[in-house]
């Protein structure tokens, strides 16, 4: 059993990471086609005004499209959801911030730093469920469409739900591994 849960963690870790990198990818080429368009069409614009209306009319013949007016709906929804992804990621592998993580190194009683940290844990795994709870509602409640695209903003908030779940499951996770630890005592493993 150890060891399926084992082949999903690494499973949902890997799954998280290439997401949020595809997600990031997808962000840097719509920034630099958005970019490069504009720049274009500015170049049109300038040998227009400056009387070269036929250079300006082969620039806007080499890149038809004037504006990427979709561009805000598309960011939006990428960067939603790479932000969120991202912070499942991170909480996955423990490497989101921490404001508390400077008492426990300095709690000497094993049994003390332990129900610290599984008090620390409980409270993450509170907010968690709040958290997952009402992005939930949020997005199961959603009726309005994007405007361009006319997609159910309810696919832009569902990012919200999966991963506050999934941190949610290893916030789980972590109360379990610090009650066992504090259970066992001393000499146990307080990672």
């Not at 005004?49 to 960011?75: K, L, N, T």
Request: some cysteine; aromatic content about 12%.
């Amino acid at each position: 059993m150890a060891d399926l849960f084992r082949a999903a963690d690494l499973l949902v870790r890997r799954l998280l990471r290439i997401l949020t990198v595809l997600l990031f990818l997808v962000l840097a080429l719509l920034l630099a086609t958005n970019v490069a368009l504009r720049l274009t069409n500015d170049l049109a614009t300038v040998l227009s005004e400056r009387g070269y209306s036929i250079a300006a009319e082969a620039v806007r013949g080499i890149i038809p499209i004037g504006s990427m007016h979709w561009f805000d709906e598309i960011v939006e929804m990428c960067f939603a959801a790479m932000i969120f992804y991202g912070s499942a990621s991170l909480w996955a592998v423990k490497g989101h911030f921490c404001v508390g993580d400077w008492i426990s190194p300095r709690i000497r009683n094993f049994r003390a730093g332990s129900a610290y940290r599984l008090m620390i844990a409980l409270f993450g795994a509170a907010f968690m469920a709040v958290f997952f709870r009402y992005s939930l509602r949020l997005t199961l409640h959603s009726t309005e469409l994007t405007t361009v695209f006319q997609i159910p903003k309810s696919l832009l908030y569902s990012c919200m739900p999966v991963s506050s779940f999934i941190m949610l499951v290893y916030s789980l996770a972590d109360c379990l591994r610090e009650g066992k630890a504090l259970l066992r005592g001393s000499g146990a493993d307080p990672s």
